[in-house]
Antibody
Framework: QITLKESGPTLVKPTQTLTLTCTFS??????????VGWIRQPPGKALEWLAL???????RYNPSLKSRLTITKDTSKNQVVLTMTNMDPVDTVTYYC????????????WGQGTRVTVSS | ILMTQSPATLSVSPGERATLSCRAS??????LAWYQQKPGQAPRLLIY???TRATGIPARFSGSGSGTEFTLTISSLQSEDLTVYYC?????????FGQGTKVELK
């Protein structure tokens, strides 16, 4: 059974750095063709892809946010970490961890999501 | 690549066919996926490769199209299908999503 779960702070202050951790099970990020990424969604609005890290360590970022994002992986812990710097109230959204595979090129498994509020 | 979905809201009676559209601002070949999102839940992958159903997806869901025009069809709407649907292209990074179509009861 494949599961992903996001963890991290629910409240951060403006200008602070957000660190979110995705802990997954049921697959390995050392398997060829697999990636883990992050997608976010404002309340009632559309989805926005943020970043992805592949099994072979390649990283991809949304250009609109690239300067603020870093994605890393720890395969021994089955974890992927996303950091986002200089948080702003507009970053108050739900963040999802997702699995990606080159088999489907879709995001085939999602975490439950974690809502982050940016407020002083 | 900008993805535009229409209509924003689709009113359908149970048992009827629902047809949702998605248009890309440039060709994405067949590199398109559809997702279903129910309130308070994460999205679920329905279709990838424009027309291939993901694992466990009922046969009443079908996808078609290529290039810039795509369609998601629900052949006989069930009550549990009344929710929001998103298209997403993965032909070029960054992957981009449409703004969603809400399917509601007529």
């Amino acid at each position: 059974q494949i599961t992903l779960k996001e963890s991290g702070p629910t409240l951060v202050k403006p200008t602070q750095t957000l660190t979110l951790t995705c802990t997954f099970s049921g697959f390995s990020l050392t398997t060829s063709g697999v990636g883990v990424g992050w997608i976010r969604q404002p309340p009632g609005k559309a989805l926005e892809w943020l970043a992805l890290i592949y099994w072979h360590d390649e990283e991809r970022y949304n250009p609109s946010l690239k300067s603020r994002l870093t994605i890393t992986k720890d395969t021994s812990k089955n974890q992927v970490v996303l950091t986002m710097t200089n948080m702003d109230p507009v970053d108050t959204v739900t963040y999802y961890c997702v699995r990606f595979t080159v088999t489907t090129f879709g995001f085939d498994y999602w975490g439950q999501g974690t809502r982050v509020t940016v407020s002083s | 690549i900008l993805m535009t979905q229409s209509p924003a809201t689709l009113s359908v009676s149970p048992g009827e066919r629902a047809t949702l559209s998605c248009r890309a601002s440039q060709s994405v070949s067949s590199n398109l996926a559809w997702y279903q999102q129910k309130p308070g839940q994460a999205p679920r992958l329905l279709i990838y490769g424009a027309s291939t159903r993901a694992t466990g997806i009922p046969a009443r869901f079908s996808g078609s199209g290529s290039g810039t025009e795509f369609t998601l069809t629900i052949s006989s709407l069930q009550s549990e299908d009344l929710t929001v649907y998103y298209c997403q292209q993965y032909n070029d990074w960054p992957a981009t999503f449409g703004q969603g179509t809400k399917v509601e009861l007529k």
